[in-house]
Structures are given as structure tokens and as C-alpha cells.
């Protein structure tokens, strides 16, 4: 994963009009003829195992959860509703979906992967920037005992760059309430360091 990427770049993320018209096209024709699904597949595959995979301790498993991802997106086709947003974002959905249901069974296969740049996004909005090394222990700890939701926005948000837009579509949401949540709950995790330190 790209951490160098600025924040807000929407270059990664971003899906311009003309694809998004290609990628009806494609669902339409794969919702009567699931070889057509094929496409989407190979365009979708790295970016899904990419996701699953940075939130597991398992490359088999990523691998695993990532085809269960494509078959019931393909599955679940013939009822996908184009609601103006990436197809990707649906997917992504599922893959939480998976993800979520695999940490039900077994807790102990979800991992964090932590960069230092993430972390130091993460202080640097909680505004301890000033010296945040006795705090960065901390934060990991909290962050492991986070729900999901919650671990997700900032996994999205600071570890895998997304914008608030884009965390949105995938956690169904707002732009605005993706931010709101961050916010709070980034509010939330400062004040757990600071008075534990």
C-alpha cells in the first residue's frame, strides 16, 4: 500500500464518469450472464485482497475470504442497484462483510498493520504533535480494542488514505457522517491516552 500518498489525492480512489458508465454496462450483462462477471473480477481482485488482507494475520485466509467476497457478489448481482457509486464501494461492503463474520469465529485472526506515517496523522489530529512517543503504545492498545466500525474509519482514514467520501460508500454512510465519527471518536481515543498517561 501507497503511504506516500497525499490525503485527500483522489487519484487512487477517485472513478470518473466514463468507467462508472463501462461498469454498468459490464453488471448488466453479468446479471444474465455471469461469465461477463469476469472483468470486474480481474480489476477488483487486488484492491479486495489488498484490504482484507491488511486486517488479517493470514495470506491464505485473505485469499480465502477474498473469493467468498466475489462469489457472493457474484451471487448477489441479479439484486445490485446502481445507486450512482463505484462498484468497488459495494464490494468493499462485502469483504466487511466477510471480514466481520471471520472476527466473530475467530478473534485472534484480526491483526493491526500499522504504518508510522498513520500513526503520526493520527497524533498530529489529535493534536499531540509536540511529543507523541510516550503516547504511541497507547494508542495501539486502544486502537486493538476498538469495534470494528470504529477501527475501520481509522484504518481507512489514516492507514489506507482514503477520503471521507470514499469511507462513506464503503461503510454506507456520509461523507460528513464518516468525518463527524472520525472526529469523535479520534476526541474519544485522546482523551483515553492523555489521562492514562
Partial sequence: MNQEMLMENPSKHHVN?????EERMIIEKAKSEPAAF???????FEDIFRFIYQRLDSKDLAKDLTQQTFIKAMNALPKYEDRGLPFKSWLYRIALNELNSEFRKNT????LNLSSDGIEEIMDEME???NYEPYIERLT???GML???NLYLLEMRFFEKRSFKEIGEILE???NNAKVKTY???EKIKHIIIKAA
Fill in 17 to 21: 464518469q466514463e468507467r462508472l458508465d
Fill in 38 to 44: 469476469e472483468p470486474l473480477y480481474r480489476r477488483y
Fill in 108 to 111: 485472534k485472526n484480526q491483526c
Fill in 128 to 130: 499531540e504533535h509536540d
Fill in 141 to 143: 492498545e486502544v486502537m
Fill in 147 to 149: 469495534e470494528p466500525e
Fill in 173 to 175: 454512510i456520509t461523507e
Fill in 184 to 186: 469523535r471518536l479520534l
